[in-house]
């Protein structure tokens, strides 16, 4: 898309699909999300997320994540981690541990290792020993790796897609709001529809309900058309034609602003004006082309349709909008030569655009993440036209809710009358909610519902980054959790030590594999220096000893205030088998 982009921008026409390898593998080793222009020395002291300083990566046991400074190492680590207890890789625990981190087997990022995977199983096998496992993940391991060492941007991505789970059943009783029917075919959807999905910055994915059903992007196509705009040229040529300025008014609305142009291009008036503005020298269908193909890229190839159906019944019904086109070409709006004909026509092509949730939330990722399509890397809008955009679907995306919306969600947003509303949470992620019924304003009430409840629970919106908010779940700490005034020092490490403790106790291995995931530190012990060791062996749960002893690297000698190690308990309490693999573990430590 940028190859058309005339030479307005520096720098920028750059392809981010991927970081040469070497400049990953050092992202791999700092301790922080991969910024691969800063490499760190993995020899240096790591501070660990909540500020303490780990000893150098030669003296921490190789199984911790930290510790990994090669691809070989990381490929060795991810092995260990999701290997069975006859050494091998069972393919579906494979694509459930992706799954868990958010990575889809539609990924295109993946391509290689599905596909390899696919080869596999053809030949009927569903277990992949180390060689196997090498051959599969090789072409993607530093994806994987990073998602597995929990250097996403939402790092534990299972536990934050059951609170959005729970705030999608919170809406479903939401039955007030009327479908729109001023377009024929809108008033054919059912209003029990509902869906929401979301997509990182990094590409995790999650959807729940309705998500994958083909509905009309209407006018959550205007942000979209309008950063194609200012992305081909310019915000100065596009703000000769068009105002950055609230209505007011309904989105349909007869007015202008005090400058003669329609107030903003996320309402009607607007929107049909930049249509004339895109490649006005090609042919229509050329022109309708292109704007198909920049929201294909933005939704990294997955599903962008075009419902004809919507745009003849439209075409029918659109008085207002050619009231609205002739008043505009009436107040010499419009470029010269303009077609006003082939104007409204692309306008009301451009609304007739089918997306699902799934592929819309990963068109608002892109918006999320400054032009750049997290699946694809792809850059497919201008940094610069990103902001401007994100800076309109703040101040006027939800027509006149739009001030309330700001207020009370803080997020730039944009809705249509099929019932989406598109969700930019910058440098974090997309979502993209759809239920068909609206309020008196033209937004979806589930829609709404669902945005107050995520800003309601996690700190998203635009002023919670305040010093001194009030508490709310910040996702993208490891522990779901900022606490007012207090270290985070604390609370992240007591929870590391009840998530890793209780793990233990309940023989929960997939838990503890998440632990490990996130780094922590599995030898952690509460105040009587009990470890996971300790009370997995008094309970007896031999895969948890196995898995904390052989993946971990957990010490089987560790003592608690009573100077009692492991073995200890597991005699004590009569388990035999965790006493023998214990006993195995001293002998082979001499
Ligand atoms: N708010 C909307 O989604 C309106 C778009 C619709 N195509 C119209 O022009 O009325």
Redesign the pocket.
């Known amino acids: 898309m940028h190859r058309l982009w005339p030479a307005l921008y520096h720098g920028v026409q750059r392809q981010y699909r991927f970081f040469p390898v070497c400049q990953q593998i050092t992202c791999l080793m700092s301790s922080k999300p991969g910024d691969p222009t800063k490499p760190s020395d993995p020899l240096t002291k790591n501070e660990t997320e909540n500020g303490e300083d780990t000893v150098s990566a030669t003296s921490v046991p190789p199984s911790r994540p930290n510790a990994i400074s090669s691809l070989p190492q990381l490929e060795d680590w991810v092995f260990r981690l999701l290997s069975n207890q006859q050494g091998r890789v069972p393919v579906s625990e494979f694509h459930k541990a992706l799954r868990e981190v958010g990575l889809w087997e539609n990924d295109p990022r993946l391509r290689e290792t599905m596909a390899n995977l696919r080869k596999l199983q053809e030949s009927h096998s569903s277990f992949l020993d180390r060689e196997t496992f090498s051959k599969c993940i090789t072409e993607n391991i530093v994806l994987i790796g990073r998602a597995f060492q929990s250097k996403f941007v939402i790092p534990k991505f299972s536990e934050f897609s059951s609170y959005i789970d729970k705030m999608y059943w919170s809406c479903v009783s939401q039955k007030n709001g009327k479908v729109a029917d001023y377009?024929p075919q809108l008033a054919r959807f059912s209003p029990d529809l509902w869906g929401v999905a979301l997509c990182t910055v990094d590409g995790q994915r999650h959807s729940i309900g309705d998500s994958d059903k083909p509905f009309c992007l209407?006018?959550c196509v205007k942000p979209l058309v309008y950063a194609t705009a200012v992305s081909e040229l310019g915000d100065k040529t596009v703000h000769k034609y068009v105002g950055t300025e609230p209505s007011g008014r309904s989105?349909?609305e007869i007015a202008l602003n005090k400058y003669n142009q329609p107030f903003n291009p996320m309402i009607?008036s607007g929107a049909i004006l930049l249509c004339s503005l895109i490649k006005p020298e090609d042919h229509q269908s050329d022109r309708f082309d292109h704007i198909l193909k920049v929201l294909k890229a933005a939704a990294g190839d997955d599903f962008v349709g075009f419902s004809n159906t919507t745009f003849l019944s439209?075409k029918a019904t659109?008085y207002?909008?050619f009231a609205l086109a002739y008043y505009l070409k009436e107040n010499q709006c419009f470029p010269p030569k303009t077609d006003l004909m082939e104007a409204l026509d692309l306008y009301?092509q451009h609304?007739s655009v089918d997306i699902t949730c799934e592929s819309g939330a990963i068109i608002a990722a892109t918006l999320a993440n400054g032009g750049v399509c997290p699946l694809t890397g792809e850059l497919v809008f201008h940094p610069d036209a990103v902001q401007h955009t994100l800076s309109l679907m703040h101040s006027c995306g939800m027509?006149d809710y739009s001030g309330q919306f700001a207020f009370q969600v803080g997020l730039p947003a944009k809705?249509?009358?099929?019932g989406g509303i598109m969700l930019v949470v910058p440098s974090v992620m997309g979502i993209m909610c759809w239920s068909p019924p609206l309020d008196s304003t033209?937004n979806s009430v589930r829609g709404l519902h669902f945005c107050k409840e995520l800003v309601s629970t996690f700190n998203f919106h635009h002023y919670d980054n305040l010093k001194y908010k009030s508490k709310k779940l910040d996702p993208r700490r490891h522990s779901l959790y900022t606490m007012r005034g207090r270290s985070f020092r604390d609370e992240s490490r007591s929870q590391q030590i009840i998530d890793i403790l209780f793990a233990a106790y309940n023989g929960d291995v997939t838990a503890l594999r998440r632990c490990v995931m996130l780094g922590m530190d599995m030898e952690v012990t509460d105040y009587d220096g009990r470890t996971a060791l300790h009370l997995a062996a008094a309970e007896g749960h031999v895969q948890v000893v196995r898995f904390l002893l052989e993946k971990c690297g957990v010490r089987h000698d560790l003592q608690d205030r009573w100077g009692q190690v492991p073995l200890d308990d597991a005699v004590r309490f009569g388990h035999k088998e965790t006493e023998e693999i214990l006993r195995k573990a001293q002998e082979q430590s001499g």
């Open positions: 377009i209407q006018s989105f349909n009607n439209e659109s207002r909008n009301l609304c027509y809705s249509g009358v099929s033209g």
